[in-house]
């Protein structure tokens, strides 16, 4: 004989897949009847019609489904009422992101550059998977607004996330990764033509409305330069350590070295330096060819008194990898994606716990 305890047991494994969080914690069963090994489980969602429906029903038809005496699962699905979705969207808020102390409890990485192109973007992806991969819960926010890439080079152009309310957004899941760029917002690829308070505006929306839930990291991708947006940014993340990205043109180098200038003047501790499209490898003769030169992003590192984490070569794959939206450092065995593991493990070593 199978009871609603167990049903509900059951149940706590299976999570909603845009929320993160299990579907009894979140109260979403409704009734459930037990009849001679059926089951019927009524679901009720947060958002009618919601995309993950069917997700949701093969994780409950498996999760119920594996329990002894259980021959049959049928789900049904209504919707919360608006007190209960009240209720959710402020269990949600609870001890989340405050104004106060916000990204108190998790390890901020900003990833920027005082140069535009150099591979922020790629570093910053490649580097939150990799670090997702080694068991750490991690997010990553698109800081760029203008200029958003991290929603191509996820995957995810066009999803739109989750809100229950102006104040709740959940952010997407991918890879086991949480993310949120202005490309899940937004349908058309106009150019949005914003001036810096309006930008501050949606800044202020992505770093108090998003849920990121418990998170031990957070990577942030900077937008280029040392302009007015990523010092409104840095000021917003005192706690936050910054991975400066260079590449090892002399002249690139001292452009890119401009925002930990920056940051030093902020007390914003610089945490490493990666130097990217340090050289390029024949397929052939393995012989590296160092197109932008060499040397620059050591003295850079010096300069600044940290050390440099990694030169990552320009790569046919990573590029590739990028262009499709499933990051090189996903695919752990090749040798491209050991440059971002890699990365992750300084980064974890050089984290000043939170
Ligand atoms: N190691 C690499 N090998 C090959 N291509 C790379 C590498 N790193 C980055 N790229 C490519 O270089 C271009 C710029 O990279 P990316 O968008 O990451 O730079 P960015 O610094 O974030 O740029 P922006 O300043 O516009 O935000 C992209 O086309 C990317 O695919
Ligand atoms: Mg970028």
Redesign the pocket.
């Known amino acids: 004989m199978i009871t609603k305890e167990q049903i509900v047991d059951a149940l706590k494994t299976v999570k909603d897949p845009e929320i993160g969080r299990d579907l009894v914690t979140l109260n979403m069963i409704g009734d459930i009847a037990v009849r001679e090994g059926s089951v019927a489980i009524n679901i009720k969602l947060t958002i009618k019609g919601c995309p993950m429906k069917r997700t949701i029903e093969d994780d409950i038809k498996a999760a119920v489904g594996n329990l002894e005496c259980v021959k049959s699962v049928n789900i049904s699905f209504g919707e919360m009422s608006p007190e209960e979705k009240q209720q959710l969207t402020a269990s949600l808020k609870q001890g989340d992101n405050d104004k106060a102390d916000v990204f108190n409890n998790v390890n901020v990485i900003a990833v920027g550059?005082g140069?535009?192109?150099?591979?922020?973007?790629?570093?910053a992806v490649n580097l939150a998977v990799a670090l997702q991969q080694k068991g750490m819960n991690t997010g990553i926010l698109d800081a760029?607004v203008l200029?958003f890439?991290v929603s191509t080079?996820l995957g995810i152009q066009g999803k739109k996330p989750v809100a229950l309310d102006n104040e709740t957004i959940m952010p997407i899941q991918v890879n086991n990764l949480k993310a949120l760029s202005m490309g899940n917002l937004i349908t058309s690829d106009k150019a949005l033509i914003w001036r810096a308070p309006v930008i501050r505006g949606v800044l202020d929306q992505f770093f108090y409305s998003v849920r990121w839930g418990d998170l031990d990291y957070l990577v942030i991708?900077l937008?280029?330069g040392t302009g007015d947006v990523p010092l409104t940014i840095m000021q917003q993340l005192p706690k936050a350590q910054l991975l400066l990205?260079t590449t090892p043109q002399s002249a690139a180098a001292q452009v890119s070295a401009r925002l930990a200038k920056m940051a030093q003047q902020m007390d914003i501790s610089i945490m490493g330096v990666v130097e990217?499209?340090s050289y390029f490898q024949c397929p052939e003769c393995e012989h590296k060819y160092y197109i932008f030169g060499q040397g620059q992003s050591e003295k850079i590192a010096e300069e600044l008194n940290v050390e440099l984490f990694a030169q990552?070569?320009?790569?046919?794959d990573?590029?590739e990898n990028?262009?499709t939206g499933t990051p090189i450092a996903l695919k752990g065995d090749d040798p491209s994606a050991a440059y971002y593991h890699d990365l992750a493990d300084k980064v974890i070593k050089h984290t000043k716990k939170v």
């Open positions: 550059s140069k535009g192109g150099v591979g922020k973007s790629t570093v760029d200029g890439s080079l991708d937008p280029p990205v990217n499209m990552i070569p320009l790569s046919i990573i590029r990028s262009d």
